[in-house]
């Protein structure tokens, strides 16, 4: 299994950014998949979650401005990224996850991660 995040980028606050996933040797659409964030000094945190059936829940943080999906024909995982905040900067990682989707444990191993930077 092999998770490549990608996406993330330096921005103004109020703006926006679409991370994206992209998944080899694993089936996205057989999997409840999330998106997580760690900041700096912070313990990594769901951020947003996908169940099989396409049910999706988001942390109190980003409820509203931020959106996960699944393109099914790319086999991606992606986070729509609005109205930024600098508090949303941090490093972004996406995993298969299971257990009750609002608290959906990562099942796969971390990649790189890609970096979100929000400035004021």
């Known amino acids: 299994v092999q998770l490549v995040e990608s996406g993330g980028g330096l921005v103004q606050a109020g703006g926006s950014l679409r991370l994206s996933c992209a998944a080899s040797?694993?089936?996205?659409?057989?999997?409840?998949m999330g998106w997580y964030r760690q900041a700096p000094g912070k313990e990594r945190e769901l951020v947003a979650a996908?169940?099989?059936?396409?049910?999706?829940v988001y942390a109190d943080s980003v409820r509203g401005r931020f959106t996960i999906s699944v393109e099914n024909d790319k086999n991606t995982l992606d986070l729509q990224i609005n109205s930024l905040k600098p508090e949303d900067t941090a490093m972004y990682y996406c995993?298969?996850?299971?257990?009750?989707?609002?608290?959906?444990?990562?099942?796969?191993?971390w990649g790189q991660g890609t970096q979100v930077t929000v400035s004021s």
């Open positions: 996908i169940s099989i059936g396409g049910r999706t």
């Open positions: 040797g694993i089936n996205l659409n057989i999997n409840h």
């Open positions: 995993a298969a996850c299971f257990g009750i989707l609002e608290d959906c444990k990562p099942l796969t191993n």
